[in-house]
């Protein structure tokens, strides 16, 4: 397992050798703009599946993804509502999840058998820098065995996971504080499934 420091000099590099832990099939632990994350890539599917594992992750709770831009989005989703775009015009990048319908052939780890993923453009971080360099969708479940807090350091990562991680990046403390909104769009209006960061979202 590696355990890298995140520095203001050694960001490029840090993402360049995340991005290869990633399209290796690695499953790694990286800060974003609430708490840490454990990465995989969205179609890597021993990773999806070991990332399920090591969070001991009902399987019938979706896994969440976090995208570069919004040119991403056809890899994953299909049918984007109108309104959603508005959304992502209006929140995005930020901690603003949307729940959309998935493409065909996106895994069941990540849609959960719904036919149904969430995704976000996370906001400034180490995760946008790493989605944006990766050019594909990565996971953005947070780092810790379900039932217990998200991990808001690299220390409670560590604490949670030891060494069964591929690749730690320890950005230091994160803000922490609520998780992303998650929402969808429903009959042409907004339906909070998860109340985080974003307080109030409206289509205006």
Known sequence: M????LTRQNEEEL???????????????FPT???????????????LKRLYELKR???????PVMIGSTEQLPLIARDVPEEAVRLMEKYWPGPLTIVLRAEEGVSSYLTAGT????????GESFALA?????GLPVTATSANPSGVP??????AVLKYFGES??????????????PSTIVEIVNGEVKIFRKGRVRRVTLD
């Open 130 to 134: 790493l989605v944006k360099k990766a």
């Open 115 to 122: 036919g149904r993923v969430a995704v976000r453009v996370p």
């Open 150 to 155: 998200p991990a808001e350091d690299a220390q």
């Open 2 to 5: 590696e355990y890298l420091r």
């Open 15 to 29: 993402v360049r050798r995340a991005v290869e832990v990633l399209k290796s099939g690695g499953v790694m632990a």
């Open 33 to 47: 703009e609430t708490f840490y994350a454990l990465g995989a890539l969205y179609d890597r599917e021993e990773a």
């Open 57 to 63: 992750r009902p399987f019938e709770k979706a896994i």
């Open 165 to 178: 991680l591929d690749l730690i990046v320890d950005g230091g403390q994160t803000t922490g504080g609520l």
